[in-house]
């Protein structure tokens, strides 16, 4: 690992002003989970890490009715997954939580940083697209909230500019009874990365669908969702719905799959998730 | 520039100086002469370097020795009291739970931080705390045995 300064800042006006004055040669450091590999394999040679675990505001979770689900940057994946308001309000985001890394990573990993991380495969990013999470940032220039399906740019790129940070996320409140299901295809059951990660969430007659690994970035499948709209799911609508899905997203070949069998795959994932989400049993 | 770091470790308080881009796994290797903790995949991936800090199992090697400042950590070192074995430790011996031993101080790390949260886990519960520590003498039947059965026995031996 190259050398570099190490800098700890205790609030969030201290850590902008660090990021603004060092621009591309500081590195903002919250789990390290992704990053110190990245610094080790000299993919990252930041001058100045910026290590925000010390500031105090950004390790919260609050939930109230009214506000929905605030996660702080520097809230554990352990953290998120043992919270009893995460438990008996989004089930999904536990279970999704779960899927990162081991027991160890999760005690260090965030989800904040594996969305700023910004992996097509990110496990956590699915059931954010479907839960239509606000993206809390501030910047030299202030505040700013952008809506999940805007965050993530590219392959490991996000929109956050020189200087600006993430502070938390907001899992809007969901006035109508829902059920969301998080479904992760990998080659081994712990300790992978997605080779296909689907999310679903059923409120009403509306379902949202979004996916992983599957293309570039985290994707949410909006033409599909449209063709489900206010229909009874039948048989004939479920591979509808896979073959439909199929169209908004670029999959590809790499060292966990073919582009063929993530296409099958994707199909699989859609089907079960929706059922699974509509209370029905795994065709 | 090094920093001074203040921290516990396996109940000593130590402060010492250390370079920002050393992990802790390093500085616990290097400048403490503690080696139970190894590495192994260096991208956590094989729990080989497993240690407790604050109760919790974390990965050292993913771990900057800066951030144990003010922290405290028990490695593989600190769970004997120099004569006798933790109930773990012995567990593991009677179950044969060990063959080369590379990854048998990560294990019984993450088996030490699960019990303290969980006395009582059931097998699953085991097999998702150990997830994240790789055995290749493939002896995991007998390491899930070796931790069902201290919790069986209430952390007596």
Not at chain 2, 4 to 28: A, D, H, Q, Y
Not at chain 2, 103 to 132: H, I, Q, Y
Request: hydrophobic share 40%; charged share 25%; with cysteine.
């Amino acid at each position: 690992m190259k050398e570099f300064e190490y800098l700890k800042p205790d609030s969030i006006k201290e850590t902008i002003s660090i990021l603004s004055q060092f621009g591309e040669k500081a590195q903002i450091f919250n789990g390290g989970t992704d990053l110190i590999v990245e610094m080790r394999d000299k993919i990252i040679q930041p001058e100045y890490l910026v290590d925000i675990k010390a500031i105090p505001q950004l390790n919260r979770i609050t939930y109230n009715k009214q506000d929905g689900l605030n996660i702080g940057a520097t809230a554990t994946l352990n953290e998120i997954s043992n919270s009893k308001v995460v438990q008996t309000h989004y089930p999904i985001l536990v279970k999704a939580c779960k899927t990162v890394g081991s027991y160890q990573v999760r005690n260090r990993a965030t989800l904040v940083g594996n969305i700023c991380n910004a992996s097509p495969a990110a496990d956590t990013a699915p059931p954010l697209l479907v839960l239509e999470v606000k993206v809390n940032i501030i910047g030299p220039t202030g505040e700013k909230i952008v809506p999940i399906n805007q965050f993530f740019t590219g392959v490991k790129k996000n929109i956050l500019k020189k200087g600006e940070i993430v502070t938390s996320i907001t899992i809007p409140p969901i006035k109508d009874k829902w059920t969301g299901v998080y479904l992760k295809q990998g080659r081994k059951k712990e300790v992978d990365l997605a080779t296909v990660g689907v999310a679903v969430v059923c409120i009403r007659d509306e379902v949202r669908i979004a996916l992983g690994a599957v293309a570039p970035v985290p994707v949410r499948a909006f033409k599909t969702e449209e063709l489900l709209k206010g229909k009874t799911m039948d048989e004939s609508l479920l591979e509808k719905a896979g073959k439909s899905t199929l169209t908004e997203v670029s999959p590809i070949s790499d060292v966990r799959s073919s582009q063929e069998y993530r296409e099958e795959i994707i199909k699989v994932l859609v089907r079960r998730a929706i059922l699974q989400a509509k209370g029905g049993h795994i065709l | 520039m090094k920093h001074k770091i203040r921290f516990t470790i396996n109940g000593e308080v130590k402060e010492i100086e250390v370079e920002p881009n050393k992990t802790l796994l390093k500085m616990l290797r290097e400048d403490l002469d503690l080696i139970g903790a190894k590495e192994g995949c260096g991208t956590g991936e094989c729990g080989a370097c497993t240690v407790l800090v604050d109760n919790e199992p974390v990965n050292s090697c993913l771990m900057l020795a800066v951030e144990a400042d003010g922290k405290e950590i028990l490695t593989i070192e600190g769970l004997s009291d120099g004569i006798n074995l933790d109930s773990i430790q012995e567990s593991f011996l009677k179950h044969n739970a060990i063959q080369c031993g590379y990854c048998t101080p990560g294990m019984v790390m993450s088996a030490k931080a699960l019990l303290s949260r969980n006395p009582r886990p059931t097998e699953e519960d085991v097999k998702e705390a150990l997830a994240g520590n790789l055995c290749r003498c493939t002896g995991y039947q007998r390491i899930i045995n070796a931790v069902l059965d201290v919790a069986k026995k209430g952390g007596k031996k």
